[in-house]
């Protein structure tokens, strides 16, 4: 069964650092994959996918991603958090018109 | 984008009753999703949609606890019905435009 794992149930960062949250998953055929984010109370929000082609992916509020099918992962990063990011982090992989959900990343930034 | 409008975006409710959620979209579409999120979990598909044809569930839902309509191709609506405290879950309406799944802000649901 395809199946989206996130290792980091939380995690902790000052502002200013830098950021990689960590996606692997498992999938037979070429992946559709994304990253969403979930402010506490609010729906989710798509950071970026990817689909084909350029295997980094640049996505909305300066972060992006970088797929290695050789390692099944597909990792968020940003060079620089902003205390605005502190929110939970999914992962998902689309199989066939329904997404497969990470168990999530919480995000917490320290001043 | 697709710009989705859900209702109510939160509700307390009593054991034994049912609530409504309604999902409006700014553009037809022909399959809408509804995903459940029980406290600090993940996101789990409930059922999809297509207009003119019965929803077809996920393993583990059933049409009698969650009956969904979908009368044209902007709207649905996912019933939760008799409800338990089980059933307290953030509750999400989904489309696909261009292959890329879009979320409605949610119906956040307590039951007591």
């Known amino acids: 069964a395809q199946s989206v794992t996130q290792p980091d149930i939380h995690i902790t960062v000052s502002e200013g650092a830098s950021l990689e949250l960590r996606c692997n998953y498992s999938y037979g055929a070429t992946p559709y994959l994304f990253w969403y984010v979930q402010s506490p109370g609010q729906g989710l929000q798509l950071l970026l996918k990817y689909f084909s082609g350029d295997t980094l992916v640049q996505g909305i509020k300066g972060f992006e991603a970088e797929f290695k099918r050789s390692q099944s992962s597909f990792n968020l990063r940003k060079p620089s958090v902003h205390w605005s990011d502190a929110a939970e982090y999914f992962c998902?992989?689309?199989?066939?018109?329904?997404?497969?959900f990470g168990t999530g990343t919480r995000l917490q930034v320290f001043p | 984008s697709a710009v989705i409008s859900q209702k109510p975006s939160r509700d307390i409710c009593q054991r034994g009753t049912s609530l409504t959620i309604q999902c409006q979209v700014d553009?037809?579409?022909?399959?809408m999703f509804w995903y459940r999120q029980q406290p600090g979990q993940s996101l789990t598909l409930i059922a999809t949609a297509n207009q003119g044809s019965e929803a077809t569930y996920e393993s583990g839902f059933v049409i009698d606890k969650f009956p969904i309509s979908r009368p044209n191709l902007t709207f649905s609506t996912l019933t939760v019905s008799n409800m338990s405290p089980e059933d307290s879950s953030i509750y999400l309406c989904?489309?696909?435009?261009?292959?890329?799944?879009?979320f409605g802000s949610g119906t956040q649901l307590s039951v007591l």
């Open positions: 989904s489309v696909e435009l261009g292959d890329v799944p879009f």
């Open positions: 998902a992989v689309d199989d066939t018109d329904k997404l497969i």
């Open positions: 553009s037809q579409v022909t399959m």
